[in-house]
């Protein structure tokens, strides 16, 4: 069973001048995979799966004058998280392999894997003032996250022993390997912005932008009760990053206007890495990568009736360079770059909005292409995954479609549909993939169809719904195969773990009645098992892979108060 306490309070502590809004929640997660003891077999942990999420939220409004308003939030939510829905199987011939839940499709075999902490932390302040001639707003904001994890691996089959061996200790002698792993961010943000009234005629935006970014991780691997250290490592970074922007916005006519917009960033990115232990080679050095970027946008917008309007629009982006692990293969002399060099895309896209059937059948309508170029990307080095570029690019198309259909006073109708396919551009010995493979875990198709009928019955006004929700199967690995740009076979052996399509049934209604309201629902409805993600780790002639699995039918009854 989960729970869920929500509550919050508004309220003017001067009528007109300064308000105040404290609100809080309580989220006890119920799980439904049942862990198992990976020797008997036999049923150790039932639905074991669960978080429990706690926050709290404060946020303030002052009106300073009547041109000038400063509001003030904060927030802090904490969240334990125990197991995944994962499941596990075993692929014994990878050249046919047959994916079946190794323990059943709710349970998986393995060890106590403990608790994993997240926290966060955030607080901003947003100042507006009205010159008549122009608006300003300042944004100051900090957030801090932080994710300590304490594990014993002792539980693992085998482990104490190798242990033994790699630090020449007597047989039996480890008995824990406490691991400690530190997660932390701290960042800030500053920005300004001026802009001009809204008006018919000419409208612009000027502005600045600087964050900094602290980051630390600290990981540590002790074999116990000796003390000898197997893995003693921290990178701490530093990020910051500084822009300017403008854009212009003119009508040429009241229904037709066009906006173009420029952004300058300045990036630095520095990190050390120190690393030592029994398990990992001595390194002690530090990187720095540096890059600046212009960015652009350009839009346009014509509005030929008030039902209906047109838009077209074209903007670049970037993600900046970063410091990447040092990593490297032993056996094929492969290595990472120290620098993750900053990747780029454009995106274009056409689109109308409007309604019809005076404004009973509303509509949002989208087509768009990105191309990518040396995308950031995840490689494998020496079996590990780490930060790289792909020189082949990415090119990206598809569509989205939106529609509310307002069938009757009491009932209407929601329709998302929307198609993308990525592929990429060229053979990539980077990602080991193939010119035409499909980008990984994005399905093709996507959609959803909703319901809403509402009624009064007895005095008590109602809501009923019910919705379905589809998403199509997607590729989770590149596969690769012979280039014939590079005259050699290019991938790592990876196997497609077997995505399938499904689609999801929710149903609920809602009675209100003066300040009291319950709402009924039941997600999944017909109970569909199916995976919303997967991987294969292939290891020679075998693999192993991990499906997770879409949670099951959840029914609940929410009871809300207002005062």
């Given at each position: 069973?989960?729970?869920?306490?929500?509550?919050?309070?508004?309220?003017?502590?001067?009528?007109?001048?300064?308000?105040?809004?404290?609100?809080?929640?309580?989220?006890?997660?119920?799980?439904?995979?049942?862990?198992?003891?990976?020797?008997?077999?036999?049923?150790?942990?039932?639905?074991?799966?669960?978080?429990?999420?706690?926050?709290?939220?404060?946020?303030?409004?002052?009106?300073?004058?009547?041109?000038?308003?400063?509001?003030?939030?904060?927030?802090?939510?904490?969240?334990?998280?125990?197991?995944?829905?994962?499941?596990?199987?075993?692929?014994?011939?990878?050249?046919?392999?047959?994916?079946?839940?190794?323990?059943?499709?709710?349970?998986?075999?393995?060890?106590?894997?403990?608790?994993?902490?997240?926290?966060?932390?955030?607080?901003?302040?947003?100042?507006?003032?009205?010159?008549?001639?122009?608006?300003?707003?300042?944004?100051?904001?900090?957030?801090?996250?932080?994710?300590?994890?304490?594990?014993?691996?002792?539980?693992?089959?085998?482990?104490?022993?190798?242990?033994?061996?790699?630090?020449?200790?007597?047989?039996?002698?480890?008995?824990?390997?406490?691991?400690?792993?530190?997660?932390?961010?701290?960042?800030?943000?500053?920005?300004?912005?001026?802009?001009?009234?809204?008006?018919?005629?000419?409208?612009?935006?000027?502005?600045?932008?600087?964050?900094?970014?602290?980051?630390?991780?600290?990981?540590?691997?002790?074999?116990?009760?000796?003390?000898?250290?197997?893995?003693?490592?921290?990178?701490?970074?530093?990020?910051?990053?500084?822009?300017?922007?403008?854009?212009?916005?003119?009508?040429?006519?009241?229904?037709?206007?066009?906006?173009?917009?420029?952004?300058?960033?300045?990036?630095?990115?520095?990190?050390?890495?120190?690393?030592?232990?029994?398990?990992?080679?001595?390194?002690?050095?530090?990187?720095?990568?540096?890059?600046?970027?212009?960015?652009?946008?350009?839009?346009?917008?014509?509005?030929?009736?008030?039902?209906?309007?047109?838009?077209?629009?074209?903007?670049?982006?970037?993600?900046?360079?970063?410091?990447?692990?040092?990593?490297?293969?032993?056996?094929?002399?492969?290595?990472?770059?120290?620098?993750?060099?900053?990747?780029?895309?454009?995106?274009?896209?056409?689109?109308?909005?409007?309604?019809?059937?005076?404004?009973?059948?509303?509509?949002?309508?989208?087509l768009w292409y990105i191309d990518w170029d040396n995308f950031q990307a995840t490689l494998v080095i020496n079996g590990l995954n780490t930060g790289g570029n792909s020189t082949?690019?990415?090119?990206?198309?598809?569509?989205?479609?939106?529609?509310?259909?307002?069938?009757?006073?009491?009932?209407?109708?929601?329709?998302?549909?929307?198609?993308?396919?990525?592929?990429?551009?060229?053979?990539?010995?980077?990602?080991?993939?193939?010119?035409?493979?499909?980008?990984?875990?994005?399905?093709?198709?996507?959609?959803?169809?909703?319901?809403?009928?509402?009624?009064?019955?007895?005095?008590?006004?109602?809501?009923?719904?019910?919705?379905?929700?589809?998403?199509?199967?997607?590729?989770?690995?590149?596969?690769?195969?012979?280039?014939?740009?590079?005259?050699?076979?290019?991938?790592?052996?990876?196997?497609?773990?077997?995505?399938?399509?499904?689609?999801?049934?929710?149903?609920?209604?809602?009675?209100?009645?003066?300040?009291?309201?319950?709402?009924?629902?039941?997600?999944?409805?017909?109970?569909?098992?199916?995976?919303?993600?997967?991987?294969?780790?292939?290891?020679?002639?075998?693999?192993?892979?991990?499906?997770?699995?879409?949670?099951?039918?959840?029914?609940?009854?929410?009871?809300?108060?207002?005062?």
């Open positions: 069973v989960s729970q869920l306490y929500r509550g919050n309070v508004s309220l003017p502590l001067i009528e007109d001048k300064l308000g105040v809004t404290i609100g809080g929640f309580h989220n006890k997660k119920a799980g439904f995979i049942d862990r198992l003891d990976p020797f008997t077999q036999a049923v150790v942990e039932k639905d074991y799966n669960t978080a429990e999420i706690n926050g709290v939220n404060v946020a303030a409004l002052w009106q300073v004058t009547d041109r000038a308003r400063l509001k003030v939030t904060g927030l802090h939510q904490k969240t334990t998280v125990r197991g995944t829905s994962a499941v596990a199987f075993g692929v014994a011939d990878v050249t046919a392999p047959d994916f079946v839940p190794l323990a059943g499709e709710l349970h998986f075999a393995g060890f106590d894997p403990g608790s994993e902490v997240i926290e966060y932390y955030k607080a901003d302040a947003t100042l507006n003032i009205d010159f008549d001639w122009a608006e300003l707003t300042a944004v100051s904001g900090f957030a801090k996250y932080q994710n300590p994890t304490n594990t014993d691996q002792a539980n693992s089959p085998g482990l104490t022993d190798l242990m033994d061996i790699l630090t020449g200790s007597a047989p039996g002698t480890t008995t824990n390997i406490p691991t400690y792993i530190y997660g932390e961010t701290r960042r800030f943000v500053e920005e300004i912005r001026l802009a001009s009234p809204n008006n018919e005629t000419f409208e612009w935006l000027v502005g600045a932008y600087y964050a900094r970014e602290n980051a630390k991780n600290v990981q540590d691997i002790v074999a116990a009760p000796q003390q000898i250290s197997l893995v003693d490592v921290s990178f701490p970074s530093v990020y910051e990053e500084f822009a300017v922007f403008a854009d212009a916005t003119y009508y040429i006519t009241p229904e037709f206007d066009v906006t173009a917009g420029l952004r300058y960033s300045d990036n630095s990115f520095e990190s050390e890495f120190n690393f030592a232990g029994l398990l990992i080679p001595a390194l002690q050095q530090s990187n720095k990568s540096q890059d600046g970027t212009l960015t652009y946008l350009f839009n346009a917008r014509w509005r030929p009736t008030d039902d209906l309007s047109l838009y077209t629009r074209v903007a670049s982006g970037f993600r900046p360079a970063f410091v990447n692990v040092p990593v490297m293969d032993p056996l094929s002399g492969n290595s990472t770059s120290t620098i993750v060099e900053a990747d780029k895309l454009w995106s274009y896209e056409v689109g109308a909005k409007g309604g019809l059937l005076e404004g009973r059948l509303q509509y949002d309508l989208a082949a690019g990415m090119k990206s198309r598809g569509f989205e479609a939106s529609l509310r259909a307002h069938v009757t006073d009491a009932l209407t109708i929601d329709t998302n549909v929307a198609y993308a396919k990525g592929e990429l551009k060229a053979d990539s010995i980077e990602i080991g993939a193939l010119k035409g493979e499909p980008t990984r875990f994005v399905p093709d198709w996507t959609a959803s169809v909703r319901a809403n009928y509402a009624f009064t019955l007895g005095g008590i006004d109602g809501v009923a719904r019910v919705g379905a929700r589809y998403v199509g199967d997607y590729s989770t690995a590149y596969v690769g195969g012979y280039s014939q740009t590079f005259g050699q076979n290019v991938g790592f052996g990876d196997i497609r773990f077997p995505i399938e399509d499904y689609t999801l049934v929710d149903i609920g209604a809602t009675f209100r009645k003066g300040n009291v309201a319950l709402n009924l629902y039941a997600t999944n409805l017909l109970d569909k098992y199916a995976y919303a993600n997967g991987g294969v780790t292939v290891a020679g002639p075998s693999a192993s892979a991990t499906g997770y699995v879409v949670e099951p039918r959840r029914i609940g009854a929410a009871l809300e108060l207002s005062f």
